[in-house]
């Protein structure tokens, strides 16, 4: 077992990221020993992770974090690093390493707020890890404010400072920052191999495996909620029955506002778990009595916590929206293969009657106009369109073909 086990389809970004590590550990181990410093080395202090959804920049980030960090005995005698046992690797791995800090969008952007201690904490040393990191998990989430916050850390980085930045395209990055990191690009991994890790390290029935990653085409993070979440499931299956629901404006009204709850609900469950969890966590270090009661002068503390859950919220169910979404173009996509003949393996076989239902009753060109309103709505929803709004505009466009 090592770090890099749940990067499924990546075995040459692992083999980059391992090369480095070890370097990053030569590197170390000769400056506590005041020793010559290697003279070449594939290590460096900004990294940008780029793929598509699925394809496990976040996880390969994280990873390569923790080979950084890696304190195995068996990396001091020459093992590679990244043992993924050793307190180093799991502490990283599980996000509780102190010199692991992660930024993830809480909203639509990363605001130079939720910069601004981070990107300070990148000028100090280890406090006792091997190397002091900062992983930001939406990069192409940085507004203009917060990305020249990141470009000044990322000029002029302390000497054991490493950034790790991730984003679906590097097109997504501004050109400063890019220009100073070392790129490595994901690619979206084989059905097969998506299937074989859920198999392997999730315990899930072949048949199920299979399905799941057929049903989102690769993607790991959706593979394995499906495989695994029978509530993820169900939604998923009502998704697929909308294009059949949508014969006049009625249906069109409801079967929006349907998927709308569906995406609040789910958005609620999740903001639930993880609210809950960090608010105990806060209350906790600030020192809470008996009964909850909060010490004097931390309501600023706690209101901003509850702002930063709030615009989380709003995130989520946007996120699960936009999930939706995709699990609607994937199914037209499938319904234009079958009208175009084309070899290419259906993603849908579970809703196959519906989909030749529609290939059959209408024109290829009505199947592109429809993925082209899907795409219109994810467009609404980036400007802030009121969900309900966009989703309905939508609806009565897949009718219209």
Partial sequence: MSVWDDLVGQERVSEQLSAAARDADALVTAVAADAPLPEASKMTHAWLFTGPPGAGRNQAARAFAAALQCVSPDRALGGAPGCGFCDGCHTALVGTHADVNTVAAVGTQILADDMRDTVRKSFTSPANGRWQ???????????????NAVLKAVEEPAPRTVWLLCAPSIEDVLPTIRSRCRHLNLSTPSVDAVADMLVRREGVEPEVAAAAARATQGHVDRARRLATDPAARERRAAVLKLPLRIGDVGGCLKAAQELVDAAAEDAKQLAE??????????????????????????????????????????????????????????????????????????????????????ARDSAPESTLRRIEAIAACRDALDRNVAPLLAVEAMTMALRAG
């Fill in 273 to 358: 778990e993880m609210d809950g969890k960090e608010t105990e966590e806060l209350k906790a270090a600030m020192g809470a009595g008996q009964g909850g009661r909060m010490p004097r002068g931390t309501a600023g503390v706690m209101k901003e916590l509850e702002d930063k859950q709030k615009r989380r919220r709003t995130r989520t169910q946007r996120d699960s929206l936009d999930l939706a979404l995709t699990d609607l173009t994937a199914f037209y996509r499938d319904v234009l293969a079958l009208q175009l003949g084309s070899r290419v393996a259906l993603a849908n076989t579970d809703a196959e009657d519906a989909l030749q239902r529609l």
């Fill in 133 to 147: 990191i900062i992983l930001v998990e939406d990069a192409e989430r940085l507004n203009e404010k917060s990305a």
